[in-house]
């Protein structure tokens, strides 16, 4: 059964900082591999999405990288802002029963201090 | 194009009432999920609509949740007799083959 693990829990940086957040999953059988932010009382709004085929995905100040054979992905965001501020997840797209099914982490709530 | 919304955004029920979940998928989208999310933690799969057919509902965690789409576009999340444990957010997904999902705002359930 596939896990997904998000580390740290939470993370405060002053601002200007680069900074990664971590991503594990236990089955290297993913479709893809998709990083989402969360604002308070707001929905997800996707970031960036690694195919189970590439390596790496990047957009502006953020990038994301995926490595299977280890179960990982990082998300690498430079420069950080006040606005970054948010919690970030980590979802991994797997095949049940030829069904498309996202498995969650619990997420990374990120400060960033002015 | 307008995204995925959701009606009600807040909901206040007390413990025992039913309440009815809307959401709106963005259009000529075939594929529809819900997902349950509690405080601090990511949101877990409830259930997963292709056009009108109910393809997966593993992840309802009790009958006293109830999705339909019959149409194959809107879609409403029904809880019976609602729980205090049932208070969370509900985010509902669209997506055009499944393998990218375009999330709502959410619907933030408490129950008192």
């Known amino acids: 059964k596939q896990e997904v693990t998000q580390i740290p829990a939470a993370l405060s940086v002053p601002e200007g900082e680069n900074l990664v957040l971590n991503c594990s999953f236990t089955?290297?059988?993913?479709?893809?591999l998709q990083w989402f932010r969360q604002d308070p009382g707001k929905g997800l709004t996707s970031l960036l999405l690694?195919?189970?085929s590439q390596r790496e995905q990047t957009s502006g100040r953020l990038n994301a990288s995926l490595d299977k054979s280890s179960g990982r992905s990082t998300l690498y965001i430079a420069a950080s802002q006040p606005g970054d501020s948010a919690t970030y997840l980590c979802?991994?797209?797997?095949?049940?029963?030829?069904?498309?099914?996202?498995?969650w982490g619990a997420g990374t709530k990120l400060i960033i201090k002015p | 194009g307008a995204g995925v919304s959701q009606s009600p955004r807040y909901k206040v029920a007390k413990r025992g009432q039913d309440v009815a979940l809307r959401c709106d998928p963005i259009?000529?989208?075939?594929?529809l999920f819900w997902y349950q999310q509690a405080l601090g933690q990511g949101p877990e799969f409830l259930t997963y609509?292709?056009?009108?057919?109910?393809?997966?509902k593993s992840g309802l965690p009790s009958d006293r949740f109830f999705a339909e789409r019959p149409e194959g576009s809107v879609s409403t999340l029904k809880i019976q007799r609602t729980q205090q444990e049932d208070s969370a957010v509900y985010l509902c997904?669209?997506?055009?083959?499944?393998?990218?999902?375009?999330f709502g705002p959410g619907t933030r359930l408490t129950v008192t």
């Open positions: 997904a669209s997506s055009l083959m499944g393998y990218e999902q375009y």
């Open positions: 259009s000529g989208h075939v594929s």
């Open positions: 609509f292709q056009n009108e057919a109910q393809l997966d």
């Open positions: 089955d290297s059988a993913i479709y893809n």
């Open positions: 690694i195919q189970s």
């Open positions: 979802a991994a797209l797997v095949v049940m029963d030829s069904n498309y099914q996202l498995i």
